[in-house]
């Protein structure tokens, strides 16, 4: 009898920690965001999406390059890509480029860019003030489009860092849900 109320008892004890474990597995991601935010890691800018009507900063003497680059899926649908490569600024001063993105297919293309800032600590003094990538874009059939991107770097960018890489990795979103 008292084996059969151990038995019981740990079997309840071992559903608690599969459920708490499963609960736990839900919360990681969320988590992961809220870290990589509040720190900058994994370049993550998502703490930086603001639009702002007008920068402010003064503009430093210090000069500084910003690189470009992006990354699509292998499947060549849509041909992403920087108008260039790289610029010098100042930090303080308001900069654009434009990112391009061709439709390659007969259909609709539709999707989102993430951002992506290196070196890490550079992410918390990138101001993106209009970007693309803060929301979801339609391509239609062999359209091709300029995509802006305004910016500008924070004064208080520690000089130690002399080139900050900016970098966007389109994903498609595949199976688009109507509303009714």
């Known amino acids: 009898m008292k ?3 151990l038995n019981i008892k740990t079997a309840k004890k071992l559903i608690f ?10 919360a990681l991601i969320p988590l992961y ?4 935010d509040v720190t900058g890691l994994n370049g993550n800018t998502s ?6 009507d007008s920068y402010t900063e003064s503009v430093s003497s210090k000069k500084l390059n910003i690189q470009f ?6 499947n060549k649908k849509l041909t992403f890509k920087p108008s260039e490569f790289e610029m010098e600024v100042s930090p303080g001063k308001i900069y654009s480029t434009m990112y391009l993105a061709t439709n390659n297919t007969s259909s609709n ?19 993106k003030i209009e970007c693309f990538c803060f929301e979801e874009q339609t391509f239609k059939p062999g359209e091709v489009t300029n995509l802006p991107l305004y910016f500008a770097i924070d004064e208080k960018m520690p000089k130690r ?3 900050v890489t900016l970098s966007y990795s389109f994903f498609e979103i595949m199976n688009v849900s109507k509303k009714n």
């Open 47 to 52: 703490n930086l999406k603001e639009k702002v």
């Open 69 to 74: 680059i992006s990354h699509q899926p292998n």
């Open 17 to 26: 920690i599969c459920f708490s474990m499963f609960l736990f597995s839900f």
């Open 161 to 163: 860092i002399k080139t």
């Open 3 to 5: 084996e059969k109320k």
């Open 33 to 36: 965001n809220v870290i990589c």
């Open 109 to 127: 293309i539709v999707g989102q860019a993430v951002p992506s800032v290196s070196p890490n600590e550079a992410s918390k003094y990138l101001k």
